[in-house]
């Protein structure tokens, strides 16, 4: 397509707009509101033009671009359309940026050298100098307010977690409100009342958290202005180098990008325009990266435990200490726990220590309980989002999609947008709920049964229960099924007769099973490693059967267990009560090169790129087992070349199988019910974890969204029950007592009790609780 | 609460469950309730698949959604040309000091809503305040006391 702007004739593709059509031949026209990942919208009214035979001033980017069009961008007329616009816009918008009579002066005098610290220079706006109302206001010349200002005067919104809301900074754009409602699908946001009174947020006086907000931080990013910003970042200023990583929070691995200032990691986006992308990130890869690189707390030095006390040592007398100690103690004698958040490289390394220096196959994860053995292994033989996405019908059975597994809720909400049936079997409400054709939430004691009947009722082998009718006749109707299993599967009686059940119908519809987990490389781990079942080793631990533990990046233990020597090896310190003989300081993600194993499918592996230096003295893990071999008298001691990790390929297979043979799941015996209990108890296994270690207790915000230990109670029954948030219930089951904090949560079906709990040891089906 | 969540879903059975519902269904659900609580929100939401922000954000558009449960009566000031020039100002500040309500509020003990009105069009009886369904014309200061004192 041809058309003349600025009488220049350029071409365009065919269906751009106006604006686009300039955009795609280097021509500026300003503009606020509109944005690449959203629709149109018209409502800045900067990007006017003048369309030869059109009337008036059409927004370019609303204006469909045609053959032989004849567009003026830079007439009179336009430009102080323009002014005034920006002048209405600034009439509101504290400005002193853009008119500070002194701004060309105050540069010149900001360094000072002083030894006290002062202030100079204004800090009024954390978008300073990357906001696009002052680049846009720069290039329409307004040097000076024409119009009486009317600030609105607004609190600003910081009580919420992760970033603040300054609408008095707001322009009206609605990026925010369209992306929440256009890409994430979530619409939390929206205009309320109008006129010179509207304000953006949720229903009432509502907090973002209860009005479903996933704070994946999309709104955070397109916004021009300094309204919304990042609590993590807020006065970091520009970034001055953005690295490709991989979030490590999950198996979805999402590519990210690491906003670099100062060679601290201050910020994660999403691969693209740091500007300009709403992403697919949940908020643990948006929000909470960053805080776990840069904590305070980070282990910096490696320390040995002496008669003094705690030394702080170099690597050379740190893994000399852990070769004296592990001197003379039998491989048979020795337990390893590894992470399943290590880099290939790293659990390769490992293997060989284990192998040839430390002559011990003792070695395990927490990751995989004895519960979810059978889930991770039919995670790993799961295609990837792509079933998801195109899937005519999908179940989703006990699978919580709050403040994680972003994709596969986007997945699932794009598929329902082209037509599929979505159904959801489940405790809680999740960011998926509202695009459900319908919502199940199972009887107290009746999950297993319930997942039964619709296995019979599919195979046609019952007739249709009222309940399950919809269901039922949906999946017979569907040419392919696709079942998303979440974690809460496993912990269900009979749970292995239940996955073979759900394997068959799958079969039978030509399905797929889809189960994300919430570990970066436990398919690399089982394949490296071969990791013995973490009952077994726990058995040896219990009954003095071992003498030295090795740590990595796990905290299986609270206390010391009976053993001569503790090796604690990670990013942040250990338990006080573990009592480690040697803590090794540990490289975090953004500080780590190597590979990750993808989560489902065919063998491959995502590269990781370190983006900036780990702190102290702490190094990537490899490194770590590579001192120690040499200090244990191994030589040639390098990284593990590309052929040794390609054949692990055939590695991950064998092992996984074993894996499956290894956890003979039985599914946990239903707990004695509580009489004329009118409560369950769901239990779930917090998966919001990195390297063993609790996000909750390192990030502010993630301890007020997934709180570790506390009930997650339904508004009405905390009502009925007369308790408020931080309040203390005492939930009885089986003759046990223990009292937990409380939080109302309206994401928690009626009559029912959420708790993320802190291990998987004592993971028990869903159970009937008396609550006083 | 048993009540109202009656009549909200025979409300929501009259609408095809569209998002096109959403103001027919926004005006019936006022004028059976009276006006648009929070869990008719969530009711309205849940049925027309919407978010709640999202049918909040469409009812807070139009003057004519409250949301608080009216009170017994209504005043409503005029405020139109005639009644401006006659002192209609002096009559609504006199109500808000007396009634201890901001205009566009209601009293604490549910007495009175206090909004303004642009025109009744009764001009040649101006200043003039409306209770409920009565007119009063030609209303004074002195006059108003006795008015908001006839309802209970």
Not at chain 1, 442 to 465: M, W
Request: negative net charge.
């Amino acid at each position: 397509m041809k058309l003349t702007i600025d009488g220049a004739e350029l071409s365009a593709r065919d269906g751009s707009s106006v604006l686009d059509a300039a955009q795609q031949n280097d021509i500026y026209i300003p503009h606020l509101c509109s944005h690449p990942e959203l629709s149109p919208y018209g409502g800045c009214r900067l990007c006017l033009v003048e369309v030869d035979g059109m009337p008036g001033c059409p927004p370019a980017c609303t204006t469909q671009a045609r053959e032989g069009m004849v567009v003026h961008t830079k007439t009179d007329a336009v430009r102080s359309l323009r002014c005034e616009v920006l002048q209405l816009m600034l009439s509101e918008h504290p400005a002193s940026c853009l008119v500070c009579p002194e701004s060309a002066e105050c540069a010149s005098y900001q360094g000072t050298i002083r030894k006290v610290g002062v202030t100079t220079g204004c800090r009024y706006c954390p978008k300073d100098s990357v906001c696009e109302l002052q680049a846009a206001a720069k290039s329409v010349g307004v040097t000076e307010l024409t119009l009486p200002t009317s600030y609105r005067d607004l609190p600003v919104e910081s009580g919420e977690e992760f970033y603040d809301r300054d609408y008095n900074l707001c322009i009206f754009c609605a990026r925010c409100v369209r992306i929440c409602q256009e890409q994430r699908q979530a619409a939390v946001l929206s205009f309320r009342q109008r006129g010179h009174l509207t304000t953006i947020g949720p229903a009432f006086e509502m907090s973002h958290r209860d009005a479903g907000c996933e704070f994946c931080g999309a709104c955070v990013s397109v916004c021009p202005t300094g309204a919304l910003s990042e609590k993590g970042r807020k006065w970091a200023g520009a970034a001055e180098r953005l690295a490709p990583s991989v979030c490590m929070l999950c198996s979805q691995q999402c590519d990210i990008q690491a906003v670099v200032v100062k060679d601290h990691v201050v910020a994660t986006l999403p691969p693209g325009d740091p500007r300009g992308t709403g992403g697919e990130l949940c908020v643990k890869g948006r929000f909470c990266l960053a805080d776990l690189a840069n904590h305070p707390d980070r282990l910096r030095v490696p320390t040995v435990q002496t008669a003094e006390g705690c030394e702080e040592v170099d690597w050379d007398r740190a893994t000399a200490a852990v070769a004296e100690k592990l001197r003379g103690i039998p491989g048979a004698r020795i337990a390893i726990y590894a992470s399943p958040d290590l880099l290939l490289e790293d659990l390769v390394t490992l293997r060989r220590l284990a192998d040839n220096v430390l002559h011990t196959d003792n070695v395990t994860t927490t990751a995989i309980a004895p519960e979810s053995g059978e889930l991770l292994s039919r995670s790993f033989a799961s295609p990837g989002l792509d079933a998801l996405a195109s899937s005519p019908c999908i179940v989703s059975l006990f699978f919580n999609g709050n403040y994680a597994y972003s994709p596969t809720t986007l997945a699932i909400k794009r598929a329902v947008n082209k037509g599929a049936r979505y159904f959801q079997i489940g405790w809680l409400r999740d960011p998926t709920s509202r695009f459900a054709s319908r919502r199940v939430t199972p009887k107290p004691g009746q999950e297993a049964a319930l997942v039964r009947d619709l296995i019979k009722v599919v195979s046609g082998r019952a007739s249709d229960s009222a309940d399950l009718a919809d269901i039922a006749e949906a999946l017979r109707a569907a040419e392919r099924t696709t079942f998303l299993l979440g974690m809460g599967v496993a912990c269900l009686p009979e749970a292995t007769e239940l996955l073979a059940a759900i394997d068959k119908i799958a079969e039978l519809k030509r399905g797929a099973v889809v189960a994300p987990h919430p570990h970066a490389n436990l398919l690399g781990l089982v394949a490296a490693l071969r990791p013995k079942p973490r009952e077994d080793v726990e058995r040896l631990v219990r009954n003095g059967k071992i003498d030295a533990l090795w740590i990595i990046g796990e905290s299986p233990f609270e206390k010391r267990p009976p053993v001569n020597v503790v090796i604690y090896q990670n990013t942040f310190p250990p338990p006080e009560q573990l009592a480690a003989d040697v803590v090794l300081p540990a490289a975090s993600w953004c500080e780590v090169t190597g590979s990750l194993a993808v989560a489902h499918g065919q063998w491959r592996l995502k590269t990781v790129q370190a983006a900036v230096r780990p702190p102290g003295l702490a190094r990537q893990d490899w490194e770590i087992f590579a001192k120690a071999l040499e200090a244990m008298g191994a030589r040639d001691v390098g990284t593990p070349s590309a052929e040794e990790l390609s054949a692990l390929a055939k590695d991950a297979q064998r092992a996984a199988a074993a894996l499956l043979a290894g956890h003979q799941v039985h599914g946990s015996a239903p707990a004695p019910a509580e009489e004329d209990a009118r409560h369950v108890l769901v239990r779930e296994v917090n998966p919001h974890r990195f390297r063993g270690l609790n996000l909750a207790d390192y990030i502010e915000g993630m301890a007020r969204l997934t709180p570790e230990e506390t009930l997650l109670v339904n508004p009405q029954d905390a009502a009925e029950l007369g308790v408020r948030d931080g309040d203390s219930l005492t939930v009885t089951a089986g003759g046990q007592s223990r009292p937990y904090p409380v939080r109302l949560d309206r994401k928690v079906a009626p009559a029912r009790l959420y708790l993320l709990s802190s291990s998987g040891g004592d993971m028990v089906s869903p159970v009937r609780v008396g609550v006083r | 609460m048993g009540a109202e969540n009656q009549s909200l879903q025979t409300v929501l059975g009259q609408f095809p469950a569209e998002a096109g519902s959403l103001i027919p269904i926004l005006q019936s659900v006022q004028a059976h309730l009276g006006y648009i609580s929070a869990q008719a929100v969530c009711e309205i939401a849940q049925a027309l698949r919407l978010t709640e922000s999202q049918v909040y954000g469409v009812a807070s558009f139009y003057a004519q959604f409250r949301f608080t449960p009216p009170a017994r009566h209504g005043i409503c000031v005029c405020l139109g040309t005639a009644c401006h020039v006659r002192g209609g100002e002096r009559l609504m500040e006199n109500l808000q000091r007396e009634l201890g309500a901001a205009m566009g509020t209601s009293t604490s003990d549910g007495r009175f809503d206090l909004d303004r009105v642009a025109c009744l069009g009764c001009c040649a009886l101006s200043p003039v305040v409306k209770v409920d369904s009565d007119i009063y014309s030609s209303v004074t200061t002195m006059k108003l006391k006795g008015i908001v004192n006839g309802y209970e």
